[in-house]
């Protein structure tokens, strides 16, 4: 094999998260949904928490600035986990394949530190990694190189023999950047055959 361990990114690789699970329901009408989410709970938003602020302080900043909102600005807190439909069933299992062969598997994700926790706790697979690197509790988010710094100094990997894999095409190449061998996830198939390819005896 030239790798020596497999690093996943969570949302949209392991579950699959989305706003509009938890808004489709809130906000029936789609252009105001849409507004909404781009607008006033926008994704830069979101990101804050994956950089590690608190989700309190959030919901109070972007209620005071759009107090006609707060109740929708307060479910996405209240509310996260109805954005989870849950885990995407083929990259489970081919995370458990890996894990049969006994090669060392991690999560480096940009996630709350808060709903990280939550997210555990629902979902028992997230606990089966080797290891973790959340940017949330980190207070760094990717495509930083530091967060990719922090997991191969902690677990002690060779970035050459790492492979990592994520949706974003940028933190992809964040990752490739610090000489992790990285890959976009374009599904679960393409990336059993991306490990084949490496050396893994996958079937």
Do not use: C
């Amino acid at each position: 094999m030239t790798i020596d361990a497999v690093v996943f990114d969570i949302g949209g690789v392991l579950l699959d998260w989305s706003p509009d699970y938890l808004y489709a329901g809130l906000i029936p009408d789609e252009q105001q949904r849409t507004r909404f989410l781009t607008e006033v709970a926008t994704p830069a938003w979101n990101q804050e928490q994956d950089a590690g602020r608190s989700w309190a302080e959030a919901v109070a900043e972007l209620s005071g600035r759009f107090p006609e909102h707060a109740e929708w600005i307060a479910a996405y807190d209240t509310g996260w986990l109805t954005m989870v439909k849950g885990v995407f069933t083929d990259t489970a299992e081919l995370l458990g394949d890996i894990q049969a062969l006994g090669l060392p598997t991690y999560a480096l994700t940009n996630f709350s530190a808060e709903k990280w926790e939550v997210a555990k706790e629902a979902f028992p697979i997230l606990s089966s990694f080797d290891g973790e690197v959340v940017s949330g509790t980190e207070q760094t988010i990717k495509p930083d190189e530091k967060i990719y710094r922090i997991l191969l100094e902690r677990y002690a990997l060779d970035p050459a023999r790492t492979f990592y894999t994520d949706d974003m095409q940028y933190n992809v190449d964040g990752a490739r950047a610090v000489g992790i061998d990285a890959e976009q996830f374009t599904g679960a198939a393409d990336l059993r055959a991306q490990l084949k390819q490496r050396g893994l005896q996958l079937s």
